[in-house]
């Protein structure tokens, strides 16, 4: 079954750096997001991406973040200057079609983000 | 606005014993509601989700859920657990339609032990 992969497992970044996460959705979605879970908190949507462009973001999707989707292939969430609550389980998801009636999202292992 | 919460940040049962894993919704519009199941170091894993139609669902794993809007819950249940239920779970609820595509919002999580 397709699965969305996601690089690295972990990474560690010293405060003030920047940071490039990377996911390769499954092939034929069309629709991407990026989730957070700082540890011992709930999952939280960070941002939604169709048609190259933002869907929709949350308070915590400020200017420190980007996404991109640079190829056909790869969907990358940048964070331009770390910072110490930055640290979290930051997950890639993806589905076919925008409604989640019939397309739930799929969910990569997610890349361990410590700041320090 | 939307919110989950699920009661119980640990739940503890023995191998053959029912599973229930309590979830409750707080939503402005009609829920679609959502099971995630996390196994170590991996990805979220859809279980099983309610849209519309029959209120009990069933899933994955011998997993079920009933939707009752009365109590605004949506309790998980497997009536004998197994070892290798033992995992993090996570309800979602999200919007039906509208424009907030595949953005979930996740209740805290409850870590499932199944002893022997």
């Known amino acids: 079954e397709p699965e969305v992969t996601q690089t690295p497992s972990h990474q560690v970044t010293q405060m003030g750096q920047e940071v490039i996460l990377r996911c390769v959705p499954i092939?034929?979605?069309?629709?991407f997001y990026w989730y957070r879970q700082i540890l011992g908190q709930k999952v939280e949507f960070l941002v939604s991406?169709?048609?190259?462009?933002?869907?929709?973001k949350s308070e915590i999707f400020d200017d420190q973040f980007s996404v991109e989707r640079p190829d056909g292939s790869n969907f990358t969430l940048k964070i331009r200057s770390t910072k110490l609550e930055d640290s979290a389980m930051y997950f890639c998801?993806?589905?076919?079609?925008?409604?989640?009636?019939?397309?739930?999202?799929?969910f990569g292992n997610g890349t361990r983000l410590t700041v320090t | 606005a939307q919110s989950v919460t699920q009661l119980g940040s640990h739940v503890s049962v023995s191998e053959g014993a029912l599973v229930l894993l309590r979830c409750n919704y707080s939503s402005s519009v009609p829920p679609y509601l959502f099971w995630y199941v996390q196994y170590p170091n991996q990805g979220l894993q859809l279980l099983l989700k309610y849209t519309t139609g029959a209120t009990l669902v069933k899933g994955i794993n011998g997993f079920e859920a009933e939707f009752k809007k009365s109590e605004t819950s949506f309790h998980l249940t497997k009536p004998s657990a197994h070892m290798s239920d033992a995992a993090e779970y996570f309800c979602?609820?999200?919007?039906?339609?509208?424009?907030?595509?595949?953005?979930?919002?996740f209740g805290q999580g409850t870590i499932l032990t199944v002893h022997p």
């Open positions: 998801a993806s589905s076919p079609r925008g409604s989640s009636y019939n397309s739930p999202l799929h």
């Open positions: 979602a609820v999200s919007g039906a339609g509208g424009t907030s595509y595949g953005k979930l919002t």
């Open positions: 092939s034929n979605h069309l629709y």
């Open positions: 991406f169709y048609n190259n462009e933002i869907s929709e």
